[in-house]
């Protein structure tokens, strides 16, 4: 995909209500993991991001509105990929 269609994507994505919330409710197998405090939560999501991490791992960055849930306007989680047979699980 160009940039220039990346970011109108986003441009429209950004006037869809609860947009978010909707993808994790609609989503085969993340739908099974959340309660409506989880979905009630989701409704303030803005964005989520992805971010390059060293030469093997990436962070993925949860961008909230104000919300009554938590007072972070961001949270994230880092993941490492670790290429060693001796590890049964890949992202730590």
């Known amino acids: ?3 220039s269609n990346l970011s ?3 441009e429209v994505i950004a006037t869809i209500p609860s947009f978010w919330a909707t993808v994790f409710q609609n989503h085969a197998e993340l739908s099974e993991l959340l309660g409506e405090r ?3 939560a989701l409704n ?3 964005d989520i991001e992805v971010q390059p ?3 093997m791992g990436f962070s993925v960055i949860f961008k909230f509105k104000e919300n009554p849930f938590f007072s972070n306007a961001n ?3 880092t993941f490492h990929l670790k290429l ?3 590890i049964t699980d ?3």
Request: no cysteine; glycine share 8%.
């Open 1 to 3: 995909l160009h940039p």
């Open 8 to 10: 109108l994507g986003y």
């Open 38 to 40: 989880d979905i009630e």
């Open 44 to 46: 303030y999501l803005d």
């Open 53 to 55: 991490v060293g030469n």
């Open 75 to 77: 949270l994230s989680k």
């Open 84 to 86: 060693d047979p001796s």
């Open 90 to 92: 890949e992202f730590i």
